[in-house]
T-cell receptor
Framework: KAGVTQTPRYLIKTRGQQVTLSCSPI?????VSWYQQTPGQGLQFLFE???????NKGNFPGRFSGRQFSNSRSEMNVSTLELGDSALYLC????????????FGQGTRLTVV | AQSVTQLDSHVSVSEGTPVLLRCNYS??????LFWYVQHPNKGLQLLLK??????LVKGINGFEAEFKKSETSFHLTKPSAHMSDAAEYFC????????????FGTGTQLKVEL
């Protein structure tokens, strides 16, 4: 079956703009989590969604937001982009809450110039 | 809060020799622990997971890890390194609250030399 699909794979934006990233989980998976990966901070948890509800949120400013649709697809949005938002954004898909296995997409590489 | 510490940022081994990547965890409960691997420009792939069953966990590609509660360790090993093992490895602990939040270690870059 198809894995986790993230689009787009690469993105270049200008400071001050906003961006929307998309994640389609594995078919049947209802939990989606987002992570930011940077060389300086490593992998950091952004948020987790299940059944269209945000269950958990990491320590990021309000410029970072997300949502989940009824088909479990998820989007994350970053407004007023800053240079420091340049990162690899990874989406993880799990069957349900409390599932111990997460499957990751290949990520979206965001560059802010 | 739970956390993991990867003791080596870089490890270099020769092909055919054993691999040891070290991880210590901190948790006030019995944790679920994982090792993930990330090849360049790729997503994360689960190598193995510990969820309070057997303390010696076997994973893919010949990797295994042993959960040692007395030492709060979860070290990753492989008897014989292959060139294709060169990648970054992450030790990970899951959320105590039953959610799917993962807390990652800082990663260990494994280099395999001929």
């Amino acid at each position: 079956k198809a894995g986790v699909t993230q689009t787009p794979r690469y993105l270049i934006k200008t400071r001050g703009q906003q961006v929307t990233l998309s994640c389609s989980p594995i078919s049947g998976h209802r939990s989606v989590s987002w992570y930011q990966q940077t060389p300086g901070q490593g992998l950091q948890f952004l948020f987790e969604y299940f059944s269209e509800t945000q269950r958990n949120k990491g320590n990021f400013p309000g410029r970072f937001s997300g949502r989940q649709f009824s088909n479990s697809r998820s989007e994350m949005n970053v407004s007023t982009l800053e240079l420091g938002d340049s990162a690899l954004y990874l989406c993880a898909s799990s069957l349900r809450v409390g599932d111990t296995e997460a499957f990751f997409g290949q990520g979206t590489r965001l560059t802010v110039v | 809060a739970q956390s993991v510490t990867q003791l080596d940022s870089h490890v270099s081994v020769s092909e055919g020799t054993p691999v040891l990547l070290r991880c210590n965890y901190s948790s006030s409960y019995s944790p679920s622990l994982f090792w993930y691997v990330q090849h360049p420009n790729k997503g994360l792939q689960l190598l193995l997971k510990y969820t309070s069953a057997a303390t010696l966990v076997k994973g893919i590609n010949g990797f295994e890890a042993e959960f040692k509660k007395s030492e709060t360790s979860f070290h990753l090993t492989k008897p014989s390194a292959h060139m294709s093992d060169a990648a970054e490895y992450f030790c990970v602990v899951s959320d105590a609250g039953g959610g799917n939040k993962l807390t990652f270690g800082t990663g260990t870059q494994l280099k395999v030399e001929l």
